[in-house]
C-alpha cells in the first residue's frame, strides 16, 4: 500500500475541524438533494475524512460508501458504513450511483488541470445517467481572509501542534504548514497545500470531464455566488450529449 500522506495529519484532524457545524452542513446537502429532486439509491462519498459528515445524512444502510485517500483517516470513521480507501482521481467502482459528494473543499486539493480533470471524468463514469455530482470549493477571497485564523498552537490528548498558513497570490496555492509532537516521540513536520480554480477555469474542465453545471450558490445557502463569496457549492450532473 502507498504510503499515507495524511497520517500524521490524521492525529489531530478531528481538533482541526471541531469548528463545523457538520450538522448544519448535512441538512444543507440533503435541502440540495430534495430542491433538485436526486435519487438517493446509492450515494458515493469522495474524500471523507473521519467520516464527520456522512453519518449525518442518514441515507439508511446498504446506500452508501465513505471514501478517502487516507487509511488513518478512514480507520476513525463509524464502522456501520463500507468504506474503501482509494484515490479520487481513480475511483475504483464500476457501479452506478445516483449520487457523489465532496465537501469541505477535497476538490482543492487537486493540485493541477490534469488531477482535476481526472477526478471530474471518474465522478461521471460512476454516475448513473441522471446522476448528480455536489461539491463545493474555497476562493481566494476565503484564502486571504482567513490567514491569521489558520495559524494556531493547540493541544488534543497527548499530541500538540502548531498550524502556520501562507497564501501565494502568483500560484495561487494555499500552504498549511504544521508541525506535530506526540508525547515521547519526535515532531514531525507537514505540508498541506489547497489549490484555488477561478470559476470558468473549473467549469469549463468539469464540462471536459463529462459534467455540467446546474446551479451553483454561495455555500448554504441558495443565493447567488458573487466576488465576495468565500465558499462556493456546486450542483452538478452527468452529461448525456456527446
Known amino acids: 500500500m502507498a504510503d499515507d500522506r495524511y497520517k500524521n495529519i490524521s492525529l489531530i484532524y478531528n481538533d482541526l475541524v471541531r469548528h463545523v457545524d457538520y450538522n448544519g452542513w448535512?441538512?444543507?446537502?440533503?435541502?440540495?438533494?430534495?430542491?433538485?429532486?436526486?435519487?438517493?439509491?446509492?450515494?458515493?462519498?469522495v474524500a471523507s475524512g473521519t467520516g464527520k459528515l456522512f453519518p449525518r445524512l442518514k441515507f439508511g444502510p446498504g446506500r452508501g460508501i465513505m471514501s478517502d485517500?487516507?487509511?488513518?483517516?478512514?480507520d476513525q470513521a463509524a464502522s456501520n458504513y463500507p468504506k474503501v480507501c482509494?484515490?479520487?482521481t481513480l475511483i475504483p467502482f464500476k457501479g452506478c450511483f445516483d449520487l457523489v459528494i465532496s465537501c469541505f473543499d477535497s476538490v482543492n486539493h487537486l493540485s493541477d488541470g490534469e488531477k482535476l480533470d481526472s477526478h471530474f471524468r471518474e465522478v461521471s463514469r460512476v454516475l448513473a445517467s441522471d446522476g448528480y455530482f455536489l461539491f463545493d470549493i474555497v476562493t481566494e477571497r476565503n484564502s486571504k481572509a482567513y490567514l491569521s485564523t489558520y495559524s494556531k498552537?493547540?493541544?488534543?490528548?497527548?499530541?500538540?501542534?502548531r498550524q502556520a498558513s501562507e497564501y501565494d497570490g502568483v500560484t495561487r496555492t494555499h500552504?498549511?504548514?504544521f508541525i506535530i509532537s506526540e508525547y515521547g516521540k519526535e515532531s514531525r513536520t507537514e505540508e498541506n497545500?489547497?489549490?484555488?480554480?477561478?470559476?470558468?477555469?473549473l467549469e469549463a474542465v468539469l464540462r471536459d470531464g463529462g459534467l455540467e453545471v446546474v446551479a451553483k450558490f454561495e455555500a448554504f445557502t441558495f443565493d447567488p455566488v458573487d466576488d465576495d463569496s468565500?465558499?462556493?457549492q456546486y450542483i452538478t450532473r452527468k452529461r448525456n450529449d456527446p
Open 153 to 161: 498552537k493547540r493541544k488534543t490528548g497527548n499530541t500538540s501542534y
Open 86 to 88: 482509494c484515490d479520487m
Open 193 to 201: 497545500r489547497e489549490y484555488i480554480y477561478g470559476e470558468e477555469e
Open 69 to 74: 485517500l487516507s487509511l488513518n483517516m478512514l
Open 230 to 232: 468565500y465558499r462556493i
Open 26 to 45: 448535512a441538512n444543507y446537502l440533503l435541502k440540495l438533494v430534495a430542491h433538485f429532486e436526486i435519487k438517493t439509491g446509492r450515494i458515493l462519498e
Open 175 to 177: 500552504y498549511n504548514k
